[in-house]
């Protein structure tokens, strides 16, 4: 079996895969980490959004392997010292989830939203930039605030 | 997803002689069509050679021409500053390429060798008269795009880059898919001063050419000229997103939007 090495949230791991092996299911299974989602088996819902060397990513549609020596960030490397990241902060206090099986990767793109187009960032833009990502509950409405009053405070 | 043995050559020569020994193999670009149409079990390769370890990525701005390196993904074409000015429509188009995850990993060669129909680049590459090089040769998007996923690449041909003429004025406009953003009918026009070119995608089996509109275009480059010319409805697509005189119909309002947009 082949053997991947990579870096996540800063820790440097490896573990055995198959070529097969997608990057969510090496996140959740090998590794424990199950703030990635895997909402959809066609590649449109974000549930699992994860930063692959600075970019985000559908990491349901990534081969673990292809990530081999690469920098992952997910959900769980965000927080700092125990502290929410200003982006989770602001989901909370905006009621930017109900059930929250979005959130994570909605939270992952709220982060790359800013990295490209900076921190004072106008409604039009969010939506236009949450294409792939399908929440099921909210209507979105609280999302794009919560991602616009994220940003304002990064 | 069936299992597969994993390739990711650092070299192009690598690939070739990967691809070569393999039988039931296929290359992968970004992977954005190929996985999810294996997660399907639609494609069952014994090996996938990841072409995503060859750094061949970069877009070239010369005096008529633009070369795109096939590895170069959508959002890198799409905020190509250099590009925005030669042929920006070409930039609008690959921004509205998935959504921006997707655009992260997708990639040029992926996706004119897919040849999805409703594709938006074959659109960009037969309106603008592009040439496909490949590790063995040229090949111009006229004979390159053979139909419904289908292209004239033999096994073990890679896509190495592609060449962009600079029109006069080119503009895209599709009408999207919601859900996929994939192009239920997309219309790439581009002025080449002598010629005018039409490429239409999701419309039809494969890309197609729409010479009609061509040739009035050739002479009033201007979204007026093309109102009533009408595209045969036979050889369209219907499905339960869109009939086939509905095809017909937004080929010609896309043809306008694309005009209106040329720049
Ligand atoms: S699980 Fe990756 S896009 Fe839905
Ligand atoms: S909060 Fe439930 S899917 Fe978005």
Known sequence: MPIVTMNVNGKDVSGDVEGRTLLVEFLRENLSLTGTHVGCDTSQCGACVVHVDGKAVKSCSTLALSAEGAKVTTIEGVARNGELHPMQAAFKANHGLQCGFCTPGMVMAGLDIVKRRGKKLKEETIRAELEGNICRCTGYHNIVKSIQDGASKM | MENFDYHRPAKLADAEKIIAKQKEGVL???????????????????DVVDLSGLGNVGIKVMKTKVTIKAGTTHAEVAKSGDLKKAIPALAVLAGEIGDPHVRHKG?????????????????????????IITNKRAIAADK?????????????????????PIPEKAGYAK??????????????????????????????????RQKAMERVLAKDFSADAVAGIATKVDDLNEDMHASAEYRAHLVGVMAKRALKAAK
Request: avoid cysteine; proline fraction near 6%.
């Open chain 2, 28 to 46: 992968m670009s970004g992977g954005m069509t190929l996985l999810p149409t294996m997660k399907q079990g639609l494609a069952a390769p014994s």
């Open chain 2, 107 to 131: 990639t040029l060669g992926g996706s004119i060798a897919n040849n999805d129909p409703a594709a938006d680049y074959p659109a960009a590459l037969m309106a603008l008269d592009a040439t």
């Open chain 2, 144 to 164: 390159f795009f053979k139909g419904l996923f289908e292209t004239s690449l033999r096994r073990g041909e890679i896509v190495t880059a592609v060449d962009f």
């Open chain 2, 175 to 208: 009408f999207a898919n919601p859900a996929s953003r994939y192009a239920i009918v997309g219309v790439f026009v581009a002025n080449h001063g002598k010629a005018v070119r039409v490429g239409v995608t999701g419309a039809g089996p494969g890309v197609f």
